[in-house]
């Protein structure tokens, strides 16, 4: 009898023991297949045209003048941000935090870049401030290589119109690419097609679709070209009153 209950008990081990490593397998392929899956849906995308800043954050203002975009930001700073902002004619491009490069005109386009040091809250109010006072369309975006997270925003007249980010969320065993956006309708409008998963699979392959459906077009641009724009440095605060 226990030389039954022994055989019992190794067959079912047994059974255990190659469900567990058939599962494992299983999931195995599974992930593969995940992997690849959405390695060609982000291939059929293609690669981003005028959203191809990394490490850095852009704000695309539809104005034509970018004497008029800095002596606005000087105005914001000093009103919003009880700070000093002087500006000069350079080659130079912002490299430090408090530094901020204004391009002239592109296509219809003016754009003001600085670090991924510039906190959200103040890039985000500056784009809502200048889509208000051009009575304009502001997109700004920003983007790090190593965990490809972003950010993307649209502004018009004032109003954030469309709002899109991606996070990872660490966990014990996974790291899970969370996106998160406000403002979908504006985003559809504007040219975008949620797949399956709806807006969970935003990137921002799609939102430069989105923005060259606005016209904003960058790859037209002369390489090796020395672009004179403008360097605004950020001065001490100057204290509420």
């Not at 081990?13 to 849906?41: H, L, P």
């Not at 982000?42 to 490490?55: C, F, I, R, V």
Request: aromatic share 10%; with cysteine.
């Amino acid at each position: 009898m226990l030389t039954n209950v022994l055989i019992v008990l190794c067959v079912g081990f047994g059974v255990w023991r190659f469900g567990a490593r058939w599962f494992k397998g299983f999931k195995a392929v599974a992930d593969i297949a995940s992997a690849i899956s959405q390695a060609s849906q982000q291939t059929a995308k293609g690669e981003p045209k005028n959203l191809t800043y990394e490490d850095c954050v852009v704000l695309f203002i539809r104005h034509t003048n970018h004497v008029d975009v800095a002596e606005a930001c000087k105005v914001y700073w000093k009103e919003k941000l009880h700070k000093s902002l002087t500006v000069a004619e350079s080659l130079d491009t912002a490299e430090r935090e408090g530094e901020y490069s204004v391009l002239p005109e592109h296509n219809g386009y003016v754009r003001l870049m600085s670090t991924r040091d510039w906190p959200p809250e103040q890039f985000e109010g500056l784009a809502k401030d200048l889509s208000q006072k051009f009575d304009t369309l502001v997109l700004e975006m920003s983007s790090e290589h190593v965990a490809d997270t972003y950010h993307f925003g649209a502004y018009e007249q004032g109003a954030r119109k469309f709002h899109a980010q991606m996070d990872v969320k660490l966990t014990k065993d996974n790291a899970d690419e969370i996106v998160t956006t406000e403002g979908d309708d504006w985003a559809i409008a504007h040219g975008y097609k949620p797949g399956p998963d709806g807006f969970k699979s935003f990137d921002l392959t799609d939102a430069d679709k989105i923005t060259q459906r606005v016209g904003l077009k960058l790859w037209d641009e002369k390489e090796g070209v020395e672009v004179k724009g403008l360097l605004m440095k950020e001065g001490p605060g100057m204290g509420k009153k």
